[in-house]
């Protein structure tokens, strides 16, 4: 599974002369939340626009770095083009509340995993209750429902279904994953 914290900050090398052509700096996603593709930090050298890359054009999602096909696959947007993000846009991914249709927290979004294959639904949310609890009791995985239609990602909150909180398990975290994540 791809972790998409993980891809933050990673190297944007393009394929065809190895060059770098930026860091990824955050992902957005269409109106149905499927992954569209990778904003890059830019610099100061685009204040109204940033470079993205469409996911499609994303070769590989290393350990170390992200390969793209060529320079040509960068492009400026417009910050308001992108309306959903995992941690910049208007519409927040990151630190969503998850709920279920009964009306239960099962905590705050910290990350989202992807199938590597797919590559665009998000298949996982990696659920947190705060730094003190992440330290005391550790994060927690909510595998995505298996239908599409069972979940709500709205604008201020994360629907799931009923008995949702059945489906979590405790996940793995470091205290630098702690500390970078938050």
């Excluded at 639904?121 to 239908?147: C, H, N, S």
Aim: hydrophobic share 45%; proline share 3%.
């Amino acid at each position: 599974m791809l972790r998409l914290q993980h891809l933050i900050g990673l190297p944007v090398i393009e394929m065809n002369a190895g060059k770098l052509v930026g860091h990824v700096k955050d992902a957005w996603f269409d109106e149905h939340w499927q992954l569209g593709g990778i904003i890059l930090d830019a610099g100061r050298r685009f204040l109204t626009a940033m470079k993205s890359v469409i996911w499609n054009e994303v070769m590989v999602c290393g350990e170390d770095a992200v390969i793209i096909m060529n320079e040509a696959s960068v492009r400026k947007t417009k910050q308001a083009e992108i309306q959903r993000s995992f941690h910049t846009g208007s519409i927040r991914l990151k630190d969503l509340p998850v709920i279920t249709v009964d009306g239960e927290q099962l905590g705050r979004v910290s990350d989202v995993y992807f199938d590597e294959i797919q590559g665009t639904q998000i298949v996982g949310y990696e659920l947190t209750d705060g730094f003190i609890a992440d330290i005391m009791e550790g994060r927690k995985w909510l595998p995505a429902p298996r239908q599409a239609d069972d979940v709500m990602l709205g604008e201020n909150v994360i629907i799931v279904p009923a008995g949702s909180e059945a489906f979590l398990s405790p996940v793995a975290v470091s205290e630098s994953d702690i500390g970078r994540n938050e």
